[in-house]
């Protein structure tokens, strides 16, 4: 006894000299904390790449007037017709916006340095310095009289001249900065306050800006009230329908057939969320076109083909309900079905014997128990339901006109892709915005109605 | 009401587990069907109740035919070995069940139900769920709902097997009490010979599908049909010896030791090979056979001990007496065996 014990010892000893380097450097990884850091790793950078990183990407950019026409990076400051009026109709500058819009001249030095790069007469210069210099005339016929009045006389082909180069009108100037904008719409009229300035930068500016209108033009778009109306719609009728019911109906019927063939249809009622969304999507159009099956099918029977897919916005419901239903059921069959699975088989037997049949069991064993499934499966696919778009994308697209448009298609149409090619970022950021609020909510809402506190609470045993 | 099991068959796909077994139970009567696990008793349970369809013969309720019917209307009571209590309705709920089921007033439905709560004892627990009950007092729970609709049968599904010792002390009374109480018919499946000894009327003792002997408790331990019933029967169980008739001895195997044929059994001729079986109670200082040994084993149980007895040829045989000091072990013994207790069996296990 004690001779193995001195050997166990003896044999340990050079173990742990070994060991010790190695505890010194990776010490660290022996314990939880630091080893569930490096496990963590990667699923933190995905968080952040791919959740964090969107969402904080569409905050910000929700708060722009980016689009198309503003670029992403910065602007200039163009005035144009179009700039004017927007002085006039916003900012109530009509004066401003005339006396801008005007052909100004204005006899400066500036004007005079270019005369004399040109060639002109320096005697037309200095006349011109002596008489006028600093005056400002809003007409060229009246500019152009005071010119043929000096003393030089100039033709008239260097009169004409001449007013160009003095011409400080501000219509459709361009400027690189807003430093260049000012001091030029002060070379018209000097005494420009600082409100005109500020209205003028902005009603130029080509560029993207802060803003919150883009809140307030959803809040008040009619466009909001009818797209938020289909989401609703679409999502709870998908989720009544199929994601749940549907999937209520298929997990009870497979409890109750055999084994093998209830697997078998487990499996046909899988293969819609396993296959590619795009050739998934291709089958029920081709289900639905003129020339599809129940066009051909039904010309047996006189009726003229017609796409039933986009023909009326009632068919469009129907198909675009039908092809996410068919593929948001499977999940909710597998969870009901595990969850009627583990409803211990003699409650099944104690219930017959106490004289339920099959629907009574259903009504009294089965739905009370799957109380938590239902309840977990509304909440998940309320969500997924809510960001749903690749198959309502695929099959109408938000058609036939806008009827069947949903919240995150609406988003993508709006910020990504639309017929207007005016693609419009910061307003889509907006409502994407509005849907991540709205995600948010509602998951910490399900997280407290679930406990989830409770469910990641410390196990009692030691670890 | 006289249930009969007339020829009755039960197999799973290939494996044949019940054939041609023909069982009576009698009105009022409580019968175990005892037997180790696998024999086929619960199978049995199970086809009266309709849960398992029959594979042939026929199972009648008093005169009618129940070979057919559903399981929802034979009216019978089961209770279950884990209970199957349903966890999300009240115990008021879970005895109610089978009455609302059958859509009864709800003022009979009440009224039965506290009738049936009062019998089993569990006024007090009516709005409690089964998780917040003991293990005893979901019996009781289990016991209300299979009595409530005064069903034709009471099948006990091993209803003792999750409770610890005391209780099932007391649950062994309670059981026994309600059954007489209501007069109801009433099976017991277990695998636990106390149980069935202590409970009921009647034993039919099961082995491999096959009902072995059906008799009173007292005629089936004084009086086993085979060496099967013998073993199963009785605690501290029975030994057996392997011996051969000589000269209308029994020579023990391989030891100097001769028992005198026991009085009852039918003489087998000389050199017959044949076993012998001594229950533990009739091995000791008193009787008329001598057998000398060695004390392998003693087990203290308080007021008695039990002895193991090793004899030259290597068999045990188990001995049960007053405590008592002036043995230990190791000690080689000579006691005694009263032979008109002796039970002689053939190498088949057939009683001889």
């Known amino acids: 006894m004690n001779a193995s014990r001195d050997i166990a010892r003896d044999g340990s000893a050079p173990l742990k000299a070994r060991a010790v380097p190695a505890r010194r450097s990776f010490g660290w990884l022996n314990s939880s904390k630091g080893l569930g850091i490096v496990l963590l790793t990667p699923a933190l950078m995905l968080v952040v790449l791919f959740f964090l990183a969107p969402v904080v990407l569409t905050a910000v950019f929700a708060f722009t007037n980016m689009s198309t026409a503003t670029g992403i990076t910065g602007g200039a400051y163009q005035v144009s017709p179009g700039t004017l009026r927007v002085l006039t109709d916003r900012y109530g500058m009509r004066e401003l916006a005339a006396r801008l819009g005007q052909p100004t001249y204005i006899v400066d030095e500036e004007g005079l340095a270019a005369l004399e790069e040109m060639g002109i007469d320096p005697g037309i210069i200095a006349g011109l310095r002596d008489e006028h210099l600093g005056e400002t005339y809003s007409s060229r016929r009246e500019f152009e009289r005071e010119i043929r009045d000096l003393p030089d006389r100039p033709s008239t082909r260097t009169v004409k001249q001449i007013s160009a180069e003095f011409s400080r009108s501000l219509a459709n100037a361009r400027f690189g900065n807003a430093g260049a904008l000012v001091a030029a719409a002060e070379a018209i009229d000097p005494d420009l306050g600082d409100a005109e300035k500020e209205a003028l930068l902005d009603a130029t500016y080509t560029g993207w800006t802060w803003t919150t209108d883009n809140f307030r033009r959803l809040a008040s778009s009619p466009q909001t009230t009818r797209v938020l109306l289909n989401t609703v719609f679409f999502v709870a009728l998908t989720l009544t329908l199929f994601n749940t019911g549907f999937a209520m109906v298929l997990a009870i019927t497979t409890h109750y057939i055999p084994e093998r063939p209830a697997g078998i249809f487990r499996i046909i009622w899988f293969l819609p969320r396993i ?46 309900i039908l092809i996410n239903g068919f593929v948001g059921a499977s999940m909710g069959m597998v969870i009901f079905a595990s969850a009627i699975k583990a409803i211990p088989q003699s409650l099944f037997h104690a219930a017959s014997v106490d004289g339920a049949y099959r629907w009574q069991q259903v009504r009294h064993i089965i739905l009370p128990h799957l109380k938590w499934p239902i309840l977990f499966v509304t909440c998940y696919q309320t969500l997924s339901l809510l960001t749903a778009i690749d198959h309502i994308l695929l099959s109408t697209d938000g058609g036939p006109g806008g009827s069947t448009e949903v919240w995150s298609l609406w988003v993508y149409h709006t910020a990504l892709n639309n017929y207007a090619g005016n693609l419009q970022y910061g307003y889509g950021a907006a409502m994407a915005l509005v849907l991540v609020v709205i995600g948010v909510v509602l998951s910490l809402i399900y997280l407290r109605l679930f406990n989830y506190s409770a469910l990641i609470v410390k196990p009692r045993i030691e670890h | 009401m006289r249930i009969l099991l007339d020829k009755f068959s039960k197999s799973f796909g290939d494996v044949r587990v019940i054939e041609d077994m023909t069982l009576e139970i009698k009105d009022g009567e409580m019968l175990a069907l005892l037997g180790p696990s696998g024999c086929g008793k619960s199978t049995t349970l199970f086809a009266i109740c309709g849960i398992h369809k029959v594979t042939g013969g026929r199972i009648l309720f008093g005169d009618r035919d129940m070979t057919g019917v559903p399981s929802q209307e034979r009216n019978v009571g089961v209770v279950f070995q884990s209970y199957a209590l349903y966890p999300h309705m009240t115990v008021a709920e879970n005895i109610a069940f089978p009455l609302r089921i059958r859509k009864l007033p709800e003022a009979e439905v009440k009224r039965q139900m506290e009738e049936m709560a009062n019998l089993v004892h569990i006024e007090a627990l009516l ?19 299979a009595l409530v609709r005064r069903p034709n049968v009471l099948l006990l599904d091993e209803p003792l097997a999750n409770l610890d010792a005391k209780l099932r002390l007391e649950m062994r009374s309670e059981i026994r009490r309600i ?94 090979p044949v076993i012998v079986g001594i229950r533990p109670e009739n091995l000791g200082r008193d009787g008329d056979a001598p057998i000398r040994g060695r004390i392998s084993f003693v087990e203290t149980q308080g007021r008695e001990n039990l002895y193991d007895l090793t004899l030259a040829n290597g068999s045990v045989l188990r001995s049960i007496q007053r405590e008592s000091d002036d043995v230990s072990l190791n000690d080689e013994v000579e006691w005694r065996v009263r032979s008109d207790q002796l039970f002689l069996f053939a190498q088949n296990g057939e009683r001889l």
Not at chain 2, 222 to 249: C, D, H, K, Q, S
């Open chain 1, 275 to 320: 296959s590619p969304a795009v050739i998934y999507v291709l089958l029920w159009k081709w289900l639905a076109w003129d020339t599809g099956f129940i066009s051909a099918f039904l010309d047996n029977f006189g009726v003229r083909p017609r796409n039933w897919m986009l023909g009326s916005a009632t068919n469009a419901w129907v198909f675009v």
């Open chain 2, 127 to 145: 709005d409690r769920r089964p998780a917040e009950l003991s293990g005893g007092q979901q019996q009781r729970v289990a016991l209300a709902r």
């Open chain 2, 179 to 272: 059954q007489l109480e209501t007069g109801i018919t009433a099976i017991l499946v277990t695998h636990d010979q106390v149980e069935a000894m202590s409970m009921c009327d009647r034993i039919a003792i099961m082995n491999a599908g096959e009902i072995i002997q059906i008799a009173t408790p007292q005629e089936m331990y004084r009086n086993p049909r085979t060496a099967f019933v013998a073993g199963f029967l009785g605690n501290p169980p029975i030994a057996f010896i392997e011996a051969e008739a000589r000269g209308g001895m029994l020579a023990v195997k391989d030891a100097d030791i001769r028992l005198p044929m026991p009085a009852n059994a039918t003489t087998p001729p000389d050199g017959t």
